[in-house]
T-cell receptor
Framework: DVKVTQSSRYLVKRTGEKVFLECVQD?????MFWYRQDPGLGLRLIYF???????EKGDIPEGYSVSREKKERFSLILESASTNQTSMYLC?????????????FGPGTRLTVL | AQTVTQSQPEMSVQEAETVTLSCTYD???????LFWYKQPPSRQMILVIR??????QNATENRFSVNFQKAAKSFSLKISDSQLGDTAMYFC?????????????????FGQGTILTVHP
């Protein structure tokens, strides 16, 4: 079975702190994604990566950055956390194929910024 | 840009009955894929079913089936013989294929979600 893990289920940080969210997948997937999930808004794509050291902005990249130094690991960085970044963050991964790439999701990290 | 709309924030159904969740989308693409994902309470999101737009036949996975109406841009999910374990948030999602630097990847656009509660 595909396994996507995230470093924390719950995280509480203070405004202005630098926050790292880690995601690891064990299926040798080329693609990795970071989403945030908010009530009434569904999931929105923050950043994605289709290869090591490659990254592309999603729909809401402001205030975030990412790092992918190894194929299995994709990190989301909040340079200076703000209260409006309180949310559920979901990581996903998929193969890079010609057809539909089924995305496999991690359990999520619920981040609270005080 | 694509948009996906789920107009039912919450729905409920009695165990063993049938329920249909609605989803509409807007796109100018001709080739794309549609998905339904399920997110149980405090558990990971998993794929329920997917549909390729070029296929006219509706996808089916056991008790889950879709009604794909391409012209109407509608993609509803029918759950038959509902079970307590079907209680979850359900998301409809759209994917078109994109290319960057010769690679290919799939970006998902999600709807707002529908909370389904199955009552005993």
């Amino acid at each position: 079975d595909v396994k996507v893990t995230q470093s924390s289920r719950y995280l509480v940080k203070r405004t202005g702190e630098k926050v790292f969210l880690e995601c690891v997948q064990d299926m040798d997937h080329e693609n990795m994604f970071w989403y945030r999930q908010d009530p009434g808004l569904g999931l929105r794509l923050i950043y994605f990566s289709y290869d090591v050291k490659m990254k592309e902005k999603g729909d809401i990249p402001e205030g975030y950055s990412v790092s992918r130094e190894k194929k299995e690991r994709f990190s989301l960085i909040l340079e200076s956390a703000s209260t409006n970044q309180t949310s559920m963050y979901l990581c996903a991964s998929s193969f890079r194929t010609r057809g539909a790439d089924t995305q496999y999701f991690g359990p999520g990290t619920r981040l609270t910024v005080l | 840009a694509q948009t996906v709309t789920q107009s039912q924030p919450e729905m409920s159904v009695q165990e063993a009955e049938t329920v249909t969740l609605s989803c509409t989308y807007d796109t100018s693409e001709n080739n794309y894929y549609l998905f339904w994902y399920k997110q149980p309470p405090s558990r990971q999101m998993i794929l329920v079913i997917r549909q390729e737009a070029y296929k006219q036949q509706n996808a089916t996975e056991n008790r889950f089936s879709v009604n794909f109406q391409k012209a109407a841009k509608s993609f509803s999910l029918k759950i038959s013989d509902s079970q307590l374990g079907d209680t979850a948030m359900y998301f409809c999602a759209f994917m078109k294929h994109s290319n960057a630097g010769g690679t290919s990847y799939g970006k998902l656009t999600f709807g707002q979600g529908t909370i389904l509660t199955v009552h005993p």
